[in-house]
């Protein structure tokens, strides 16, 4: 696969992942104890990308946040996951973009008719 | 990178067509066209796999990059197809 | 983690909205003990102050806001001659709480249109975004 694809094909994963974990999170707004967590994949690509490769071998990660926890040790913010909920759904619409982008201008190169 | 369109260079005019100014420099055309479009790819690319990765990018970048690109190589497509429709006219014009 | 990438001013306005919340969550707890009472002598209900700090980076572009520090309001308590309270010491006084109900109303007032201020920010910054992601695709 054009190593573009298999990038942005990880990094849509990604933030499927981290939607995910953001639902997961706020779903234990109130649980007792509860530890918020938080995806981090743009660390195995980045260097996945600087050995020249197009994505990592390994997933994201999923690791936990370091938000303050309240007097139940319950660590999950409502506006961090809101912001982080805002800024993976716009990402994912550019990556989405952005691989419809790659797979015309390959169609396009190869003489298919859109 | 983009594998060169395949015909292009066929359209220059064969020897046996009397009177015809030779048009070498349409296959000169598509190719700097796509060695345009390839330099804006690239480019595209880069920025991409930047944002992907978490770098500082911003998303106009990204998506003027990316339209760009696509806009360069369907104008290259286009100059191609009319080439072969003006080539494919003038070979079967009756003398 | 940077502010400074695509989403900066979604960042931004969210430090901004951390920032009054807790802000928020102080001044409720603040007037919740509007009428706390201790036996003098001992350490009375103080108020606690929210001080902010801006977060500058090395850039011209700012980061927005931060908790730089959480103190006591330094003010004496009052004393309320009160001899049938429990808490009266042997003088028949009440120590009374170190907080300015007027005050805490006035910051309670602040704290809550500077939140609804980021998250109007947050959601415009959102928008114009949600747009840039269709350039040039129609």
Not at chain 1, 63 to 84: K, M
Not at chain 2, 39 to 59: F, R
Request: proline share 5%; no cysteine.
């Amino acid at each position: 696969m054009d190593p573009l694809l298999s990038t942005v094909e990880y990094a849509m994963g990604g933030l499927q992942l981290r939607l995910d974990t953001v639902a997961n999170n706020l779903a234990n707004l109130n649980t007792p104890g509860f530890v918020a967590q938080k995806v981090d994949f743009e660390t195995s690509l980045g260097i996945a990308l600087a050995s020249g490769r197009g994505a990592p071998g390994v997933g994201p990660a999923i690791v936990n946040s370091e938000d303050v926890p309240d007097d139940t040790g319950n660590t999950v913010n409502i506006e961090n996951e809101i912001t982080e909920m805002t800024k993976s759904s716009l990402e994912r619409q550019v990556m989405v973009s952005a691989f419809n982008y790659k797979t015309d201008l390959l169609k396009a190169a190869a003489g298919v008719s859109r | 990178m983009l594998p060169p369109i395949s015909g292009v260079s066929g359209i220059s005019a064969s020897p046996g067509v009397s009177g015809g100014a030779k048009p070498a420099g349409f296959g000169d055309a598509i190719t700097k066209g796509l060695d345009s479009v390839a330099n804006i790819e690239a480019k595209a690319d880069g920025l991409v796999s930047s944002m992907a990765a978490g770098k500082n990018v911003q998303i106009s970048d990204v998506m003027a990059a990316t339209s760009k690109a696509n806009l360069g190589m369907s104008i290259v497509n286009e100059i191609r197809t009319r080439g072969l429709e003006a080539y494919q006219s003038i070979i079967n014009t009756q003398v | 983690m940077t502010v400074h990438g695509p989403f900066s001013s979604i960042d931004i306005s969210n430090t901004g909205l951390g920032y009054n919340k807790y802000w928020l969550d102080t001044i409720a707890h603040n007037i919740a003990n509007v009428n706390t009472q201790t036996t003098p002598g001992q350490a009375p209900f103080r108020a606690r102050i929210v001080e902010a700090m801006p977060l500058d980076t090395n850039t011209s572009l700012g980061g927005g806001i931060a908790v730089s520090d959480v103190v006591d309001q330094a003010d004496d308590p009052a004393m309320m001659f009160d001899p049938g309270n429990p808490l009266a010491d042997g003088t028949g006084y009440v120590q009374g709480p170190v907080v300015d109900l007027a005050e805490q109303m006035g910051n309670l007032i602040l704290a809550s249109r500077s939140y609804q201020a980021n998250m109007t920010v947050f959601k415009e910054a959102r928008d114009a975004l949600q747009v840039t992601t269709t350039l040039g695709r129609g």
